[in-house]
């Protein structure tokens, strides 16, 4: 049996043949040098295989993608597994915070409060900004049956998104039928104030046409159609008492049967469904800062929204719907009226503090468009809370999608 050579260290002779050609054996570092590359020697043909793999199932998953019309399932897995991430997403500034975008919006209208006026602005919106607008035909039932909220809800949902739905409706509580809740909106006015404009359109309409109100009330006499507003009030007429005085609560209270009860109950109800469910109910005497939060809270569909309600153009359409033939009430009437109110009052400035609380949040400070048509000294207004807002309570963004969230 041949023995092995020695090398001077002791152990085998790393070159059995001899040392290499032109020289002496070499030294430790160019023999370990030629070591290391020995594995890759002897795994190169592996290594190739494997490469020629990758590339046949990434072939087969490019033509899978393109005869399927989309990305396979595997492929969607893995992404949302490595996220999307890049180098200057990880490197670069941050992102600016996008607000989330709600793609269901209800604006269930109540009436005499500016509701036409903000209608004929969401027609030029959602041409601009291409979201859906799903309005309906129907103004005179508020007040639905279950089947009929079943119906309704369920063509609501399923109409293209981004919608916003518009219509005189009382609220509808979509997660009771299994749907999905959307953001609400709305605007109200002073009681009265609106009492006096639904009062007179019913009888007179408004400056786009004589015989509107002829169409909307064709069966009113002459004498009810001329009846004098403060005889009405005084003499206790239907039209001038309660229940039918009891207008605003029930939009923001709800389809339950106690919702068209004058009470606390349901002034309690209205209150907490604006709360939970509605992003914003604005003050139709500040109209324009009512604009300018929708703009902000809602770009997708209220950008550029005040430049266009302050455009002449728009102007002299919003103009033609201004009720006519209207008179102020005797101060009589008008505190007899605020006294059969005063439900319809607590919650308007319940709604009206909340308002000024996020004009103030927003740096957006309160004034009145226009005057209302009532003698303002003859209705008390409780006085509002000035305290400062904590640094805490300025992150209006966090404020915002907590909303969205609900």
Same mark, same amino acid.
């Given at each position: ?6 090398? &001077? ?16 054996? /070499? ?65 670069? /500034? ?52 279950? !089947? ?42 002073? /009681? ?50 309660? &229940? ?32 939970? !469910? ?129």
């Amino acid at each position: 049996m041949k023995k092995k050579q020695q090398h &001077p260290g002791g152990g085998a002779d790393p070159w059995p043949h001899g040392a290499p050609l032109g020289g002496a054996p /070499p030294g430790l570092g160019s023999w370990k040098r030629r070591v290391s590359l020995l594995p890759f020697l002897r795994f190169s043909l592996r290594d190739y295989g494997f490469c020629m793999a990758t590339l046949l199932v990434f072939c087969l998953g490019s033509l899978f993608y393109q005869l399927s019309g989309g990305p396979p399932r595997f492929l969607l897995d893995l992404r949302q597994y490595l996220g999307n991430s890049t180098y200057l997403d990880d490197h670069g /500034p941050p992102p600016s915070k996008v607000l989330p975008f709600p793609s269901q919006v209800v604006y269930n209208r109540v009436g005499k409060c500016g509701s036409r006026t903000v209608v004929l602005l969401l027609r030029i919106l959602s041409e601009k900004h291409g979201f859906n607008l799903v309005t309906s035909d129907i103004h005179n039932k508020t007040r639905l049956t279950k !089947n009929e909220q079943m119906e309704l809800i369920k063509n609501i949902s399923t109409a293209e998104q981004p919608y916003l739905f518009t219509r005189h409706v009382h609220f509808l509580n979509f997660s009771r039928f299994g749907g999905d809740q959307p953001v609400y909106i709305n605007i109200i006015r002073d /009681p009265v104030s609106r009492f006096l404009s639904n009062y007179f359109f019913r009888r007179f309409g408004d400056w786009r046409g004589e015989q509107n109100h002829m169409i909307r009330t064709p069966s009113m006499r002459q004498e009810e159609r001329y009846l004098d507003i403060n005889e009405c009030i005084l003499e206790n007429y239907p039209e001038c008492s309660n &229940p039918r005085l009891f207008y605003i609560i029930p939009y923001f209270c709800g389809q339950h049967p106690r919702c068209r009860e004058p009470g606390e109950w349901a002034l309690q109800r209205a209150k907490l469904n604006v709360n939970e !469910n509605f992003l914003l109910v604005g003050i139709l005497e500040e109209l324009e800062d009512v604009l300018l939060l929708l703009e902000r809270f809602l770009p997708h569909y209220f950008k550029g929204v005040l430049s266009i309600y302050k455009d002449p153009e728009h102007r002299k359409l919003g103009n033609m719907t201004v009720t006519v033939k209207k008179t102020v009430p005797s101060p009589e009437a008008v505190q007899i009226l605020y006294q059969r109110m005063r439900y319809e009052y607590e919650f308007y400035h319940y709604v009206k503090e909340q308002f000024h609380l996020l004009k103030r949040k927003f740096g957006l400070k309160s004034h009145v468009s226009s005057p209302p048509l009532r003698p303002q000294f003859f209705i008390p207004t409780p006085p509002e809370t000035e305290e400062p807002i904590d640094d805490e309570d300025q992150d209006d963004e966090k404020w915002l999608e907590d909303i969205y969230k609900r």
